[in-house]
């Protein structure tokens, strides 16, 4: 029994055992601290794509100018970057870009290579549910990248 108890000077009146603090008061430090760590550990593994993902909600918003393949061509080369060696995707370009893409994330960009070519290099615009259709690709291969990083991959 801990003297310190504060209801420790009842002795007197009650005669009884004095309830011990709870557990989960005592423990509660150490859930908190736990959570902390975890999140810690989660925004240092995958911390150097974090931008990227608040990048590709930047793109959403301009998937209807003219250039949004191109710029969204550029974040996937950059993001590549991130995680393979600069001689692996520097040389890539057309649907060996896309399949490599594809490998590397396990998505479908590939079944868009002819509309991809034609509106990188052709300036035929995306239509919108191809656009939209693009756009979820990455989102998923992001998120595949992320997670490959997250399980120390």
Known sequence: MNPHYPLYQLRDIH???????????QS????????????AFIAWRTGRLLPA???????????????WLTQLNLW?????????ARDQ???RHGADWLQFLDQLGHTRLLQFAPQWQACLYGGHPLPRSQAQ????????WLLVLMWRRLCLR
């Open 15 to 25: 005669t009884g055992p004095f309830p011990e603090p709870a557990l989960w008061c």
């Open 28 to 39: 509660g430090f150490w859930i908190a601290l736990l959570l902390l760590l975890l999140l």
């Open 53 to 67: 993902a608040i990048q590709l909600i930047r793109l959403h918003g301009k998937m209807m100018q003219p250039d």
């Open 76 to 84: 996937l080369k950059q993001t590549a970057l991130l995680i393979v």
């Open 89 to 91: 995707v520097a040389p």
């Open 133 to 140: 259709s693009i756009h979820r690709q990455c989102r998923r």
